[in-house]
């Protein structure tokens, strides 16, 4: 009957000594009364000794394991800190008080192997939980940096495109004067025979065959420029990329009804060599328009009126290859580097950002391709697109092709 109260001395002294002493732990906490672990400890003690108490006084086992909850809940709540704290009470506050319990060498040894088996258990826990804590964090962090990666990729791809639909609307800018020049003669030829319908109705002498003859004149001219004007439209038009099964030689055909113009002006002879085949690759088919109309652009204005353009294809296995010869100026080798960097030019007598090239090479790559280049200055360049050839492979989203 003695022993009891020496008991319940000790495990409330227990108790007390290790919540307040995880309360330690608690960086955050001012007070062990406002801490939430304190009360948690205090309580398994309560209850776990008022169990024992009434009904389980026959298994000392059981009252020795109760000694080590305190570690077990340290590891959970303060990790390795806690630990080695708890142990820290256990060896100099509790396992003392042990021996005010009991006195048997049996009961003392049972009670240290209990200890260091709780206390390597709790370590381990607390070193897993550790783990698994720092893995969640990491996981979190990459979740989180992903999401970040995914934002600036989607602001990338709208900024290339952008940058794509600039580069645009500057070759169209430098066709400018090639297509108002186009567009002028069959305006004024639609002003001219206007004005003779006109005259013909002012004297009365109506002639309803010559009358449909002039109108059918006008009717002609007004379509071509419409044809005209749509084509630009279409070129101009901002358009999400699809990629999909593209005939090489009706993206070079598009490309050269839009700059016939400005060839047109200066004279130039095109010549066009397009094999025996007609080459298929994998492309958008405007973004592949409108590398080859900077291509073209770009080699016409280094040429004098008179000189000759040829537009070449071949392919073999693996490659399609679009290469646009001109008989220019050529490119300086100490150039040759810069011509991919972006506002990088050497035209002085016409408009340019340089653009052109940059926007041009980042299309081809992406569409895991090159542009290659040789040039000899006096002679002429040649720039060469090579593409990927198509091999009938299934594409996803793919549509007829054009």
Same mark, same amino acid.
């Not at 600036?152 to 600039?166: F, T």
């Not at 025979?193 to 002609?220: C, F, H, M, P, W």
């Given at each position: 009957?003695?022993?009891?109260?020496?008991?319940?001395?000790?495990?409330?002294?227990?108790?007390?000594?290790?919540?307040?002493?995880?309360?330690?732990?608690?960086?955050?906490?001012?007070?062990?009364?406002?801490?939430?672990?304190?009360?948690?400890?205090?309580?398994?003690?309560?209850?776990?000794?008022?169990?024992?108490?009434?009904?389980?006084?026959?298994?000392? /086992?059981?009252?020795? %394991?109760?000694?080590?909850?305190?570690? !077990?809940?340290? #590891? &959970?709540? =303060?990790?390795?800190?806690?630990?080695?704290?708890?142990?820290?009470?256990?060896?100099?506050?509790?396992?003392?008080?042990?021996?005010?319990?009991?006195?048997?060498?049996?009961?003392?040894?049972?009670?240290?192997?209990?200890?260091?088996?709780?206390?390597?258990?709790?370590?381990?826990?607390?070193?897993?939980?550790?783990?698994?804590?720092?893995?969640?964090?990491?996981?979190?962090?990459?979740?989180?940096?992903?999401?970040?990666?995914?934002?600036?990729?989607?602001?990338?791809?709208?900024?290339?495109?952008?940058?794509?639909?600039?580069?645009?609307?500057?070759?169209?800018?430098?066709?400018?004067?090639?297509?108002?020049?186009?567009?002028?003669?069959?305006?004024?030829?639609?002003?001219?025979?206007?004005?003779?319908?006109?005259?013909?109705?002012?004297?009365?002498?109506? /002639?309803?065959?010559? %009358?449909?003859?002039?109108?059918?004149? !006008?009717?002609? #001219? &007004?379509? =071509?420029?419409?044809?005209?004007?749509?084509?630009?439209?279409?070129?101009?038009?901002?358009?999400?990329?699809?990629?999909?099964?593209?005939?090489?030689?009706?993206?070079?055909?598009?490309?050269?009804?839009?700059?016939?113009?400005?060839?047109?002006?200066?004279?130039?002879?095109?010549?066009?060599?397009?094999?025996?085949?007609?080459?298929?690759?994998?492309?958008?088919?405007?973004?592949?328009?409108?590398?080859?109309?900077?291509?073209?652009?770009?080699?016409?204005?280094?040429?004098?009126?008179?000189?000759?353009?040829?537009?070449?294809?071949?392919?073999?296995?693996?490659?399609?290859?679009?290469?646009?010869?001109?008989?220019?100026?050529?490119?300086?080798?100490?150039?040759?580097?810069?011509?991919?960097?972006?506002?990088?030019?050497?035209?002085?007598?016409?408009?340019?950002?340089?653009?052109?090239?940059?926007?041009?090479?980042?299309? !081809?790559?992406?569409?895991?391709?090159?542009?290659?280049?040789?040039?000899?200055?006096?002679?002429?360049?040649?720039?060469?697109?090579?593409?990927?050839?198509?091999?009938?492979?299934?594409?996803?989203?793919?549509?007829?092709?054009?």
């Amino acid at each position: 009957m003695t022993e009891k109260p020496q008991q319940k001395r000790f495990v409330l002294e227990k108790g007390l000594a290790t919540g307040l002493t995880l309360q330690l732990l608690h960086a955050r906490a001012k007070t062990g009364i406002r801490n939430p672990h304190f009360w948690i400890i205090i309580g398994m003690f309560v209850v776990f000794t008022w169990v024992y108490y009434y009904l389980l006084q026959s298994y000392k /086992d059981i009252y020795i %394991i109760i000694f080590f909850y305190p570690l !077990i809940y340290a #590891a &959970i709540v =303060y990790r390795i800190r806690g630990v080695i704290i708890s142990g820290v009470v256990f060896l100099g506050i509790l396992l003392p008080q042990a021996l005010v319990v009991s006195q048997d060498p049996v009961f003392l040894i049972r009670t240290l192997i209990f200890a260091a088996f709780a206390y390597f258990a709790s370590s381990l826990g607390a070193v897993l939980l550790n783990y698994v804590e720092h893995q969640l964090e990491a996981y979190q962090e990459i979740l989180s940096l992903n999401e970040k990666l995914n934002d600036y990729l989607d602001r990338l791809q709208k900024a290339q495109q952008q940058l794509i639909q600039a580069a645009k609307l500057s070759s169209l800018g430098q066709l400018s004067a090639a297509v108002a020049h186009e567009l002028n003669n069959p305006m004024a030829g639609m002003l001219i025979y206007t004005r003779l319908i006109k005259e013909k109705i002012v004297k009365g002498a109506i /002639d309803k065959e010559k %009358i449909q003859s002039n109108l059918e004149r !006008i009717e002609s #001219a &007004i379509e =071509y420029c419409n044809g005209i004007i749509h084509g630009l439209l279409d070129f101009a038009r901002q358009t999400e990329p699809l990629l999909r099964p593209v005939t090489v030689g009706r993206a070079i055909d598009k490309a050269m009804s839009l700059t016939g113009h400005q060839i047109k002006m200066k004279t130039i002879e095109v010549s066009r060599e397009d094999g025996l085949s007609q080459p298929l690759v994998v492309a958008d088919f405007n973004q592949l328009v409108q590398v080859i109309i900077n291509l073209i652009v770009n080699a016409v204005q280094s040429m004098k009126e008179g000189s000759r353009l040829t537009i070449k294809t071949s392919q073999n296995d693996s490659w399609v290859r679009i290469s646009v010869i001109d008989t220019g100026y050529g490119i300086p080798p100490e150039n040759m580097d810069k011509l991919f960097t972006p506002f990088f030019t050497t035209k002085e007598d016409v408009k340019g950002v340089g653009l052109g090239l940059a926007v041009s090479h980042g299309i !081809i790559e992406r569409h895991g391709g090159r542009i290659e280049v040789e040039s000899e200055v006096g002679k002429g360049s040649t720039f060469t697109i090579v593409l990927p050839a198509y091999k009938g492979e299934e594409l996803p989203n793919a549509e007829n092709t054009r």
